[in-house]
């Protein structure tokens, strides 16, 4: 069990520990893919009732080879849609894949408002024409000492936030989740995990990185609901829960916004949380990772590889914090 503080009660919260062993772990690659292919034949046909409501919403989506690639293997696409955070399914690591049968992602609008000059609401057709469509291959880093390499698809958030026309007293870029409790379990109860919405924010240089993408796809297909669909935050050389998933709006403000972990433990979870191996989390390590889906064992041991500052693209990001003291802003 896992005890997370909810400052709300003044009282720990008992969180069940996330599964540790990986589809990855247990069966062959190869075994993997006639798996995946068994899948898709029994999809098509609707004789796969749990795992077809899962992934109703995944669809053919394809993107132009961008500069953004790695030389590192990826994570098996299986890995990538079974272990995930994502807390408004449940707190363990297979709950969003088993819970988020019943979410509908589509009909979807996405509100940009606040600070800019032409707000709107877009739809998902339109949010899907409004910049050419990318595959970037990025490192993705959790905070709690695990990692993957996905093939996201999408196009820099900058795209979107130029349509607005963000005025000059925006500084910061707010994003809000969407909450739905008849659709997602992980909300409500007594004793509520986070403060719904899931809120996240980018001081306004950082959202327009061209590191910074929306995502709506990876792997060729659309978002599964597990991953974020219709569509997800992805900032490459922060922490992953940085990455906020099922965006209903974004709102350009003055001030710092209020981010959802940061409200809950602000101890624990600063507003930037730029990965960073010199800098601890209380309960994690940030030394090293272990990047899921390679190393074998049972339960999931494998050898753990050193973390790079800003998750390895220091090079095209260290120039946003200069002058910053990153083990106070972390």
């Given at each position: 069990?896992?005890?997370?503080?909810?400052?709300?009660?003044?009282?720990?919260?008992?969180i069940?520990?996330?599964?540790?062993?990986?589809?990855?772990?247990?069966?062959?690659?190869?075994?993997?893919?006639?798996?995946?292919?068994?899948?898709?034949?029994?999809?098509?046909?609707?004789?796969?009732?749990?795992?077809?409501?899962?992934?109703?919403?995944?669809?053919?989506?394809?993107?132009?080879?961008?500069?953004?690639?790695?030389?590192?293997?990826?994570?098996?696409?299986?890995?990538?849609?079974?272990?995930?955070?994502?807390?408004?399914?449940?707190?363990?690591?297979?709950?969003?894949?088993?819970?988020?049968?019943?979410?509908?992602?589509?009909?979807?609008t996405?509100?940009?408002?606040?600070?800019?000059?032409?707000p709107?609401?877009?739809?998902?057709?339109?949010?899907?024409?409004?910049?050419?469509?990318?595959?970037?291959?990025?490192?993705?880093?959790?905070?709690?000492?695990?990692?993957?390499?996905?093939?996201?698809?999408?196009f820099?958030?900058?795209?979107?936030?130029?349509?607005?026309?963000?005025?000059?007293?925006?500084?910061?870029?707010?994003?809000?989740?969407?909450?739905?409790?008849?659709?997602?379990?992980?909300?409500?109860?007594?004793?509520?995990v986070?403060?719904?919405?899931?809120?996240?924010?980018?001081?306004?240089?950082?959202?327009?990185?061209?590191?910074?993408?929306?995502?709506?796809?990876?792997?060729?297909?659309?978002?599964?609901?597990?991953?974020?669909?219709?569509?997800?935050?992805?900032?490459?050389w922060?922490?992953?829960?940085?990455?906020?998933?099922?965006?209903?709006?974004i709102?350009?403000?003055?001030?710092?916004?209020?981010?959802?972990?940061?409200?809950?433990?602000?101890?624990?979870y600063?507003?930037?949380?730029?990965?960073?191996?010199?800098?601890?989390?209380?309960?994690?390590?940030?030394?090293?990772?272990?990047?899921?889906?390679?190393?074998?064992?049972?339960?999931?041991?494998?050898?753990?590889?050193?973390?790079?500052?800003?998750?390895?693209?220091?090079?095209?990001?260290?120039?946003?914090?200069a002058?910053?003291?990153?083990?106070?802003?972390?």
């Amino acid at each position: 069990m896992l005890e997370i503080r909810n400052e709300q009660l003044r009282c720990p919260v008992l969180i069940r520990r996330p599964a540790d062993i990986l589809p990855s772990e247990m069966t062959s690659r190869s075994v993997y893919m006639r798996r995946r292919e068994f899948l898709a034949g029994a999809l098509s046909a609707g004789v796969v009732g749990g795992i077809a409501a899962s992934s109703a919403a995944a669809a053919p989506l394809t993107g132009v080879k961008s500069q953004y690639v790695l030389d590192e293997k990826l994570t098996p696409l299986e890995d990538v849609t079974t272990y995930n955070n994502f807390y408004e399914f449940g707190t363990g690591k297979s709950d969003p894949s088993q819970n988020s049968g019943n979410f509908k992602p589509l009909p979807w609008t996405v509100t940009i408002d606040g600070l800019v000059n032409k707000p709107q609401t877009l739809d998902y057709d339109a949010l899907l024409k409004l910049a050419p469509m990318e595959e970037r291959v990025y490192r993705m880093r959790c905070v709690e000492a695990w990692s993957m390499v996905i093939p996201w698809l999408g196009f820099p958030l900058k795209a979107l936030l130029d349509r607005v026309e963000p005025q000059g007293s925006a500084k910061y870029v707010a994003f809000e989740t969407i909450v739905r409790p008849d659709q997602m379990p992980g909300i409500g109860g007594f004793f509520p995990v986070l403060d719904w919405p899931y809120r996240e924010g980018l001081r306004l240089d950082e959202a327009n990185h061209p590191l910074t993408i929306l995502a709506f796809g990876l792997y060729g297909e659309t978002l599964p609901n597990q991953n974020g669909a219709p569509m997800r935050l992805v900032v490459p050389w922060k922490y992953g829960f940085k990455g906020i998933k099922s965006i209903v709006r974004i709102s350009l403000v003055e001030e710092q916004p209020k981010t959802a972990w940061n409200m809950q433990a602000p101890s624990e979870y600063g507003f930037y949380s730029n990965v960073n191996p010199a800098v601890d989390h209380p309960r994690w390590s940030q030394a090293t990772e272990r990047r899921i889906g390679e190393g074998g064992g049972l339960f999931g041991g494998g050898g753990r590889i050193p973390t790079l500052p800003f998750n390895g693209y220091g090079e095209q990001v260290a120039s946003l914090y200069a002058g910053m003291d990153l083990t106070k802003d972390y």
